[in-house]
């Protein structure tokens, strides 16, 4: 899996994720493959940056999804701007790229299959299976380090002083107790719009 994670604070968002790939027992460090968890994504109102769990295949799915919307219904800059979008992408996700959309026989929706979270100047979100879309105050994680990132970010709020030293911090701590991330770390900030 993965610890991909997000931060708000001081003025600006933050977003940084692991670049470890498993399959089953195998690892497959940055040394073979420059692997990437976050994505950039350009849109009307500005640059967003997105970061994926789960599953290998959903890194290029959704970018080549995402960028073949139009222009004017890519749109991240609130929660209803992510549901609205994400809902659009749903039956591309589907009828162009095959996704699987059942996760269990009493599904109240087609799942998209993905964990999402987005940093962008207007603030922090998080997308989930169900196109469900909660938009953050101050940090979150996803991805099976997320529980250590989480405790770190929270230990080590009060004296972080950017949304950049804590993301960092979250993602150092999935890095050394998840056993399915690993560095090098990525992380992109964005000055947060007034």
């Known amino acids: 899996m993965t610890t991909v994670v997000v931060a708000k ?11 470890l790939v498993t399959f089953g027992d195998t690892r497959l460090g940055h040394r073979f493959e420059a692997n990437s968890k976050l994505f950039k994504v350009d849109t009307v109102a500005g640059v967003s940056y997105v970061g994926i769990a789960g599953t290998v295949a959903h890194f290029p799915v959704l970018r080549k999804a995402m960028t073949a ?47 999402v979270v987005i940093a962008n100047a207007s603030g922090i979100y998080g997308l989930y299976s169900y196109r469900e879309v909660f938009e953050f105050k101050e940090f979150w994680g996803i991805g ?10 929270h230990a080590s709020w009060d004296r972080a002083k950017t949304a950049r030293e804590v993301a960092t911090v979250g993602v150092h701590a999935g890095c050394e107790f998840d056993k399915n991330s690993a560095g090098p770390v990525e992380v992109f900030t964005i000055k947060l719009k007034q």
Do not use: C, W
Request: hydrophobic content about 35%; cysteine-free; aromatic content about 10%.
């Open 69 to 115: 919307l139009p222009q004017d219904q890519l749109k991240l800059g609130s929660r209803d701007e992510v549901f609205d979008t994400f809902t659009k992408l749903h039956p591309l996700l589907k009828e162009t790229f095959f996704l699987q959309t059942k996760e269990d026989d009493n599904d109240p929706y087609e799942s998209s299959q993905f964990s």
């Open 144 to 153: 099976s380090g997320r529980s250590f990132a989480l405790g770190a970010m």
């Open 9 to 19: 604070k001081a003025g600006q968002v933050a977003i940084a994720a692991d670049t």
